[in-house]
């Protein structure tokens, strides 16, 4: 069964800090991989599209990477700021078995603590 | 643009009444999703359409659930009769050319059915 998890579910951090945030997947054949981020009571929103060809993608403060051969992703983000404060979705795109759906992570609760 | 545009953004309704929620996708993508949201189950994709053509509807949880896409910049989803367990967010999605490509988020309709 084609699965994405997120681990942790939560994370606080203070201000300014790196962080990396983690997401597996068990089947190595992707077609793409999309990272969002959701604000509490709100839709959404897109931050990095990896393909399947592709090792990173970066956006200002945010870098993520793909190893598909060990069926994980992780987005980095520059020091933190309170803003940052969000959950982090992961969906994966596979290549076979469920027309190309995008199989969703639960999410990464961050807190970016002033 | 706009972005997607979903309505109500709020519904509360009782036991047994029909639901309607309504999407506008961004003008010129051709891709349209449906997602629903809960916090046991995270996101799950509903149902896709593909140039107004339904392509995947394997996510609707049963036949109480229904959706249309008349145009390319109008769809409806529609719950008859409504459950309390069918209370979550509901959100439209859309993308550009293909349904693989990068999915843009509307902000959500929260529902409630008492």
């Known amino acids: 069964k084609q699965e994405v998890t997120q681990i942790p579910a939560a994370l606080s951090v203070p201000e300014g800090e790196n962080l990396v945030l983690n997401c597996s997947f068990t089947d190595s054949a992707i077609y793409n991989l999309q990272w969002f981020r959701q604000d509490p009571g709100k839709g959404l929103t897109s931050l990095l599209l990896i393909q399947s060809s592709q090792r990173e993608q970066t956006s200002g403060r945010l870098n993520a990477s793909l190893d598909k051969s060990s069926g994980r992703s992780t987005l980095y983000i520059a020091a933190s700021q309170p803003g940052d404060s969000a959950t982090y979705l992961c969906?994966?795109?596979?290549?076979?078995?469920?027309?190309?759906?995008?199989?969703w992570g639960l999410g990464t609760s961050l807190a970016v603590n002033p | 643009d706009a972005g997607v545009i979903q309505s109500p953004r709020h519904e509360v309704t009782e036991m047994g009444q029909e639901v309607t929620l309504r999407c506008k996708p961004i003008?010129?993508?051709?891709?349209l999703f449906w997602y629903r949201q809960t916090m046991m189950r995270g996101l799950e994709l509903l149902i896709y359409?593909?140039?107004?053509?339904?392509?995947?509807d394997s996510g609707m949880p049963e036949d109480r659930f229904s959706a249309k896409m008349p145009n390319a910049s109008f769809s409806t989803l529609k719950i008859q009769p409504s459950e309390p367990r069918d209370s979550a967010v509901y959100f439209c999605?859309?993308?550009?050319?293909?349904?693989?490509?990068?999915?843009?988020f509307g902000p959500g309709t929260r529902l409630t059915v008492l």
């Open positions: 969906a994966v795109r596979f290549n076979a078995g469920n027309n190309r759906k995008l199989i």
């Open positions: 003008s010129g993508h051709n891709s």
């Open positions: 359409f593909n140039n107004n053509v339904p392509i995947d």
């Open positions: 999605a859309s993308s550009q050319l293909t349904s693989d490509g990068e999915q843009f």
